[in-house]
């Protein structure tokens, strides 16, 4: 199979699952355990929570891990409103349905304002600064769509949110490793098997001060703040993962803007969706005209891409991303999404393109 969903999710690195093994055998002390063994895992979880934190760039603050990046944006939106009067949710209408559906259910005793974006996929500042006022409890900003791969301009709407006392979580489940984080958000959100490590963990960065209200109850294992028993195996995977980012970041960069430039000419005949110039170069969502494109990902068998979101895709709704860039329907419907990255090659993005362009070309 040739892989090319890498937003959806990505190969488990070897070096991930070299160190995950010891925890998933021998090794299986529970980490909240006061004896020899469960130090043992306790203190393989601060290794990784620091190769978390460093691959972030972040020196301060604190950083929880959790079940899974949906559950740290549910945990931050849910956990940071509400209280000294503010009572408004700032978001945009291209981010994840984690945020969205959060946002949506907390609408009900809330107030929800949800931005449109323009056609490239970049939500207006100047609504921003209309939507955002005293009221205002939390803005939400994607860093990298997961759809479309544009990148939103997370510190600029920071420093507005800022302006009107708001904090800001920024999700950055796509942007983690691949692109500049955010300096100035006070919550950021990124999962592990984004970036070659296990599924099943996320963690939740938060700034000095910054502690949202517990969203799980029954113990308050994770820094006091969330509660469960934590698993050394994957939190090992997680923080190898985050070191092999660090030690790899340039040599991926290079090959990912390799292969942007490669994609791009097999492509000529396809429209890209959202911002050309405004977006992180390992996403590819581009329609044609009359294209079937549900037909042409079950013709182009041994090719693994996609219509957009893993999470909405068996919907058979035109993506609500798609359609928040005006696009109608049928365009939407005409639409694919190629994703690649460290462990694409060359040759296989080009027979891949060769081979999705031969199967539009029969429809």
């Given at each position: 199979m040739i892989y090319l969903d890498y937003q959806a999710t990505t190969p488990l690195a070897p070096e991930v699952e070299a160190a995950m093994r010891p925890w998933l055998g021998e090794k299986f002390a529970n980490p909240h355990a006061p004896y020899t063994a469960g130090r043992e895992a306790a203190a393989a979880i601060e290794v990784a929570r620091d190769q978390v934190m460093r691959a972030l760039g972040k020196s301060s603050g604190q950083l929880a891990f959790t079940g899974s990046a949906t559950e740290a944006l549910n945990w931050a939106i849910k956990g940071s409103v509400g209280e000294d009067g503010r009572d408004e949710i700032v978001t945009i209408a291209t981010e994840h349905a984690a945020v969205l559906d959060t946002v949506q259910y907390l609408g009900r005793t809330l107030n929800v304002h949800i931005l449109p974006v323009g056609r490239d996929g970049i939500v207006d500042l100047d609504a921003l600064r209309h939507a955002v006022?005293?009221?205002?409890?939390?803005?939400?900003?994607?860093?990298?769509?997961?759809?479309?791969?544009?990148?939103?301009?997370?510190?600029?709407?920071?420093?507005?949110?800022?302006?009107?006392?708001?904090?800001?979580?920024?999700?950055?489940?796509?942007?983690?490793?691949?692109?500049?984080?955010?300096?100035?958000?006070?919550?950021?959100?990124?999962?592990?098997?984004?970036?070659?490590?296990?599924?099943?963990?996320?963690?939740?960065?938060?700034?000095?001060?910054?502690?949202?209200?517990?969203?799980?109850?029954?113990?308050?294992?994770?820094?006091?703040?969330?509660?469960?028993?934590?698993?050394?195996?994957?939190?090992?995977?997680?923080?190898?993962?985050?070191?092999?980012?660090?030690?790899?970041?340039?040599?991926?960069?290079?090959?990912?803007?390799?292969?942007?430039?490669?994609?791009?000419?097999?492509?000529?005949?396809?429209?890209?969706?959202?911002?050309?110039?405004?977006?992180?170069?390992?996403?590819?969502?581009?329609?044609?005209?009359?294209?079937?494109?549900?037909?042409?990902?079950?013709?182009?068998?041994?090719?693994?891409?996609?219509?957009?979101?893993?999470?909405?895709?068996?919907?058979?709704?035109?993506?609500?991303?798609?359609?928040?860039?005006?696009?109608?329907?049928?365009?939407?419907?005409?639409?694919?999404?190629?994703?690649?990255?460290?462990?694409t090659t060359a040759d296989e993005l080009a027979e891949a393109l060769d081979r999705i362009n031969a199967a539009a070309d029969a429809q």
């Open positions: 006022g005293p009221k205002t409890a939390l803005v939400a900003a994607m860093l990298v769509n997961n759809e479309i791969g544009v990148v939103q301009p997370v510190d600029e709407i920071a420093a507005i949110a800022h302006d009107a006392g708001a904090l800001v979580l920024c999700d950055a489940v796509q942007g983690f490793g691949r692109i500049d984080l955010p300096r100035h958000a006070d919550m950021i959100a990124i999962s592990a098997h984004k970036v070659h490590g296990p599924k099943a963990i996320g963690a939740l960065w938060m700034a000095e001060g910054i502690a949202p209200e517990p969203l799980i109850h029954g113990g308050g294992q994770e820094l006091g703040l969330r509660s469960g028993t934590l698993s050394p195996a994957l939190c090992a995977g997680f923080g190898a993962a985050a070191k092999l980012l660090l030690k790899q970041a340039t040599e991926d960069r290079e090959h990912v803007e390799t292969l942007w430039e490669q994609a791009r000419l097999p492509l000529a005949d396809w429209t890209m969706n959202g911002s050309i110039d405004q977006r992180y170069h390992g996403n590819l969502n581009v329609r044609r005209e009359g294209l079937d494109a549900a037909r042409l990902i079950s013709e182009v068998r041994g090719v693994a891409f996609s219509l957009g979101s893993a999470c909405a895709s068996g919907s058979g709704r035109p993506s609500h991303v798609l359609r928040a860039l005006d696009l109608s329907d049928r365009e939407a419907r005409s639409s694919i999404r190629i994703g690649f990255g460290r462990y």
